[in-house]
């Protein structure tokens, strides 16, 4: 009987422990998952950093002056332009189109970045203090937790790409630019010549 008794304590033991083990490695998963979720944010952040907005913002400056050229060139009778003009064109509004809103963007993922790493910063203190009420009153329980870390995960997975595809759009633009620019300013080059020389011919007219 004795021997029964210590085989049901011991078993007992066992599973209490398991339970124990379990909540706590529940726990710690979260945890670790909000962790990893800090760190993406920081190398998203490191990203960010890295976009060279100024050089984007003189490219940007130089293409929509070009563009300007390039309009009131087109409207002038004295200047003529042809098809092999038209894929030189077609480059700029190319670089153009990558580039565009570049700034905007910037601002918008900047702003997503500092409030991902708020939000988890804020997760991981309410789980290091146990705090049973957020700020807008609401319960905090083990499902409030997971919920909440869930969405700020996702969140920054999200935010991730929308990194990647941000910095891939501005490479692909200022690699237009580049590989463009001399073609361009060559066109617009001929093309105010062209322009000054019909000015001169009627002015002569006159």
């Excluded at 705090?131 to 700020?152: M, P, Q, S, V, W």
């Excluded at 001399?182 to 105010?192: V, Y």
Aim: proline share 0%; with cysteine; aromatic share 4%.
């Amino acid at each position: 009987m004795k021997n029964n008794r210590l085989s049901h304590l011991f078993l007992f033991c066992i599973a209490s422990s398991l339970v124990l083990i379990q909540v706590g490695c529940g726990e710690n998963k979260t945890q670790v998952e909000l962790q990893k979720a800090l760190e993406s944010v920081a190398r998203i952040s490191k990203k960010i950093d890295q976009i060279p907005m100024d050089s984007i913002a003189n490219v940007q400056v130089r293409l929509n002056a070009a563009k300007d050229d390039i309009r009131w060139l087109g409207i002038d009778s004295n200047v003529v332009f042809v098809r092999a003009d038209v894929k030189v064109i077609e480059g700029l509004s190319k670089a153009s189109r990558f580039l565009k809103d570049a700034s905007s963007r910037y601002k918008g993922l900047t702003n997503e970045t500092n409030r991902c790493k708020k939000q988890l910063d804020s997760l991981r203190e309410v789980m290091e203090a146990g705090a049973n009420r957020d700020a807008l009153g609401d319960t905090i329980d083990d499902d409030y937790i997971k919920t909440n870390a869930r969405i700020e995960i996702e969140a920054v997975a999200t935010l991730g790409e929308l990194v990647d595809e941000s910095i891939r759009l501005i490479r692909l633009g200022l690699e237009a630019d580049s590989a463009g620019w001399g073609a361009i300013d060559s066109l617009l080059m001929a093309k105010k010549g062209e322009w000054a020389r019909g000015v001169s011919g009627n002015e002569t007219e006159i």
